[in-house]
Each structure stands twice: as structure tokens, then as C-alpha cells.
């Protein structure tokens, strides 16, 4: 056998193409709107600021490496039990780590033709394969999901409620998938937004982790509790799951002054109301607005709208991106999630939102 002259990495890793986040600078604007990452404009709990400033006195300390404060406080908001609780490094590593103990050579992780391109890159990264099913409507098809399920299948990943569309899953829908899965397979709920969901048919995932043992349900304080910055993750799954996991997790995966305001923030379900009126009151005139100009804007229950532009000259969605930018509003291009001529817009600030409408107004009179 000929010796390789240089280190070479394991199959399906040079297959990945790395994530690309959303840009964050405009040049040439004096200010810069960015409503391209789904951050909350109301920023964090300030409770949570004071807790992450206190932290600054102790950073000789490691910090408790079973997070044991942050899981209680999450056990009690949520009625869990803080057993089935582990906290990560955001959610990613906690998905990370589900692909890389549960996946291997020969299996297969089912994925949305629209889903959180994460889920790809971990599977292959895992030495997985990943299979990827279609849409229906800029929706999750159950059915589609259960025809491609072989002997080979590992695991699901479903976001729900959907990035970047928006859409969501009734929970009907999510009990009916579950159902009808092998119970060697693991249904992995993303419920990245669910804070965020206000409609009677939705469920983020907690009852049916509850009551079977290969479902789990993952959760991040990014978004609407405003701590992107901090990379903090939670997932609530089986005993045994939780447990395999916490085997081969790093040990001080979450930094002390993380756990604090991940805490203190969690506390905090006022500001979290607040954070969610908000983005209700905006979410509606956005799109109301946006529609009354002529685009299509796929109905979100998110704090962030799927923009679809004319497929013209001059009104595509790269050139709306063009112009937004030199204007100051960052939105995110979603070519690579399978949507080449739409824009993902996150719900901002007062100001923010009233500058895009206007700015898209001028964008679609241009002749």
C-alpha cells in the first residue's frame, strides 16, 4: 500500500461546504440596519447584562461544567426535569453531538429541502450521508419525510417552526411522523423560534420527548432572549440520550458568564413578552406592507419574513439586495437554502422596519 505524502481527512468531510452566516457591514452608509442573523432588536434582559458584568470578578474560575444553575432555571420556566437537560455551546454543538454518537459510514440522516443547512454539514462531518427530501409549499411534507426512511436511517432533523421560511408544522403533523418511525430512529426537533409561535396547533416538542425515548427537542437563547453573542443551547431529550451525550461532550462547554445571564435571562419572561409583542405587531405590518407593493411574502411565524421578488430585470432579488445595502439594511441572501431570487428579513427595530418598507417602496416604483 502506497503512503500518503500528506494528512487526509475522512470521507464525506471535503464534501461540506462551510456555513456562510449573514453579512454585517454595508459600505459607504453611515448607519447599518443588519436584519440579516434573526437577533431580537429589544437586545437582552437587562438583568442579564448585570449578571453577565457580574461574572467579570471570578474569571480565574471554572465554570460549573454540569451548568447545574442554568438547567434548573430552564426546569422550572418549562416543567422539566433538569435530568434531561443538557446545555451547550448553542445549539449547533448540542446538534453536533447528537450527529456524532448516533451517525456513522453507511447511515443516513434525513433532512428538508429547506432546512438549517447545519444539519448537512454535521451528518457529513459524523461520516453520514445525508438525504434530502422535498417541500411542499415552502412547508415540511411528513409524508415525503416517512418515503424516504430506509433501514439505513438514523435520524430525522426537522426545523420547526422553519428557517428560512417560516412556516411551521402543526403538532398533529409532527405526532403523525414520529408515529410512524422506526424506534431505533431519533426525531431531532430544532425549536429554535417556537418562542416566538402564537397559533393553537403548535408545539415545540416537550410532551412528545416526554413520553417516548428517541425524541429530542432543541432550544437556543439567540434569539429571542437576545444572547447570541454568548452561544448558549439547550436540548431536552430520554435519559439515555442525555446521558450518551453528556459522555462525550467537552467538559466546561459553557463559560461562567454564559450560564449567568443565560439564567438571569431565562428569568426574565417579561422581557421575553415584551420581545414577542413586538415582533407580533411588526411581523403583521411588514408583510401587509410589503405584499401591498407587489411582493410575495411566504406567511411567517417567525420573527423573520421570506421575501420573494419578481423574476425581472432590475427587481430581482439580487438587486434588491444591492440596493438595501447601499441604503443601510443588511438582509440575508437565501440562494443556498434553494431560494436564489428571495431575501430573509428580520423583524427590527421600529426604525429599521419603517426604512426597508420605504426603501423597497422606492426599490419597486424604479423603472
Known amino acids: 500500500m502506497t503512503a500518503s505524502t500528506k494528512p487526509i481527512p475522512r470521507a464525506g468531510v471535503m464534501e461540506i461546504a462551510a456555513y456562510v452566516p449573514g453579512k454585517e457591514h454595508a459600505g459607504g452608509v453611515s448607519r447599518v440596519f443588519k436584519l440579516s442573523s434573526n437577533e431580537t432588536p429589544l437586545g437582552p434582559s437587562p438583568s442579564a447584562i448585570e449578571a453577565f458584568q457580574a461574572a467579570a470578578s471570578k474569571l480565574e474560575i471554572y465554570p460549573d461544567g454540569q451548568a447545574r444553575l442554568l438547567r434548573d432555571v430552564i426546569a422550572e420556566v418549562h416543567g422539566l426535569n433538569p435530568a434531561n ?12 453531538l447528537l450527529a456524532n454518537i448516533y451517525l456513522g459510514p453507511g447511515d443516513e440522516g ?9 444539519y448537512r454539514i454535521q451528518i457529513l462531518a459524523s461520516g453520514g450521508t445525508p438525504v434530502t427530501v422535498p417541500e411542499t409549499d415552502r412547508r415540511v411534507d411528513v409524508d415525503a419525510i416517512l418515503a424516504a426512511v430506509t433501514e439505513r436511517t438514523k435520524m430525522v432533523f426537522l426545523t420547526n417552526p422553519g428557517n428560512p421560511t417560516g412556516t411551521y408544522v402543526p403538532y398533529a403533523d409532527i405526532k403523525r411522523l414520529h408515529a410512524a418511525l422506526p424506534a431505533n430512529v431519533i426525531l431531532v426537533l430544532d425549536a429554535a423560534y417556537a418562542e416566538y409561535v402564537r397559533r393553537n396547533d403548535y408545539e415545540a416538542g416537550i410532551e412528545l420527548v416526554s413520553a417516548n425515548r428517541n425524541v429530542v427537542m432543541t432550544r437556543t437563547f439567540a434569539k429571542v432572549y437576545g444572547l447570541a453573542a454568548l452561544r448558549i443551547g439547550w436540548i431536552y431529550g430520554p435519559a439515555e440520550i442525555i446521558d450518551t ?3 462525550v461532550r467537552g467538559p466546561f462547554n459553557i463559560n461562567t458568564p454564559a450560564l449567568l445571564a443565560g439564567a438571569a435571562a431565562m428569568r426574565d419572561q417579561t422581557h ?27 406567511p411567517s411565524v417567525t420573527n423573520f419574513i421570506l421575501i420573494h ?23 440575508r441572501a437565501v440562494s443556498s437554502y434553494g431560494f436564489p431570487n428571495a431575501l430573509r428579513m428580520t423583524i427590527g427595530s421600529d426604525e429599521a422596519n419603517t426604512g426597508v418598507i420605504a426603501a423597497l417602496t422606492e426599490f419597486m416604483e424604479r423603472t
Open 85 to 96: 437537560i443538557l446545555c451547550g455551546n448553542g445549539s449547533g454543538e448540542l446538534l453536533a
Open 110 to 118: 434525513i433532512i428538508t429541502e429547506h432546512g438549517f443547512l447545519l
Open 245 to 247: 451525550m453528556n459522555r
Open 309 to 331: 421578488f419578481p423574476d425581472q430585470n432590475g427587481k430581482r432579488a439580487a438587486d434588491a439586495d444591492a440596493f438595501l445595502t447601499a441604503h443601510g439594511f443588511v438582509l
Open 272 to 298: 421575553v413578552a415584551k420581545a414577542v409583542e413586538h415582533n407580533q405587531v411588526w411581523l403583521a405590518r411588514v408583510s401587509e406592507a410589503l405584499t401591498a407593493l407587489g411582493l410575495e411574502v411566504t
